[in-house]
């Protein structure tokens, strides 16, 4: 069964940081990207960050580039996200998701984690 | 503001029939995705490449898509069908997705 579980929120004073971990287990995770998306208190789902299967390429949302950087260790089946000079337009459930792919052709996010919440705040 | 516009609300009694919209440019060329989420929960995928269905979700979900509007019906909606509903556009490159503002379901 596939299975993403998130951690490492938390409340963070702005300007600070923190890093969120999403461990991922069920299915062969070096074969997978992975996407964070997260989420604002009644708000809409906003798609945040994508690391390719191997690391080798990452994309960001522009409303994060230059803050957040994704990263992975397939030997621990394990994807990050650190988030440094946090504001508190931050503030949201972040979620990890496996992306499914046709290569060339389209993409999707399948299955997600029960997300990590992240609160900015003075 | 989102490149997917989604109405922000529909409601239909138990047992009618929900249609919810998606429409942007980015679906003329791409599939449309749908995503359940319930209060307090993740995002479910209901509705992958415009029409096919995961396993475990009920076949009174269903979803089309033409030209740059795809659509998620929910034939005899139940009360447990009572949600958030976003859609997605896939693209090419896999390196990032696009969602929809998303629309609240209500079952009255």
């Known amino acids: 069964q596939v299975h993403l579980v998130e951690s490492g929120g938390g409340v963070v004073q702005p300007g600070r940081s923190l890093r969120l971990s999403c461990a991922a287990s069920g299915f062969t995770f070096s074969r997978h990207g992975m996407h964070w998306v997260r989420q604002a208190p009644g708000k809409g789902l906003e798609w945040v960050a994508h690391i390719w299967s191997d690391g080798n390429s990452k994309n960001y949302a522009d409303s994060v580039k230059g803050r957040f950087t994704i990263s992975r260790d397939n030997s621990k089946n394990t994807v990050h996200l650190q988030m440094n000079s946090l504001r508190v337009e931050d503030t949201a459930v972040y979620y990890c998701a496996r992306e499914q792919r046709i290569v060339g052709l389209t993409n999707w996010l399948d299955p997600w984690g029960q997300g990590t919440r992240v609160t900015v705040s003075s | 503001s989102s490149d997917l516009t989604q109405p922000p609300s529909v409601s239909v009694s138990p047992g009618q029939t929900a249609r919810i919209t998606c429409s942007g440019d980015?679906?003329?060329?791409?599939?449309g995705y749908w995503y359940q989420q319930k209060p307090g929960q993740a995002p479910v995928l209901v509705i992958y490449?415009?029409?096919e269905r995961p396993s475990g979700i009920p076949e009174r979900f269903s979803g089309s898509g033409s030209g740059t509007t795809a659509t998620l019906t929910i034939s005899g909606v139940q009360a447990e069908d009572e949600a958030d509903y976003y859609c997605?556009?896939?693209?090419?490159?896999?390196?990032?997705?696009?969602f929809g503002g998303g629309t609240k379901l209500t079952v009255l």
């Open positions: 980015a679906l003329a060329k791409q599939h």
């Open positions: 490449k415009d029409d």
């Open positions: 997605q556009a896939g693209h090419s490159s896999g390196t990032f997705v696009v």
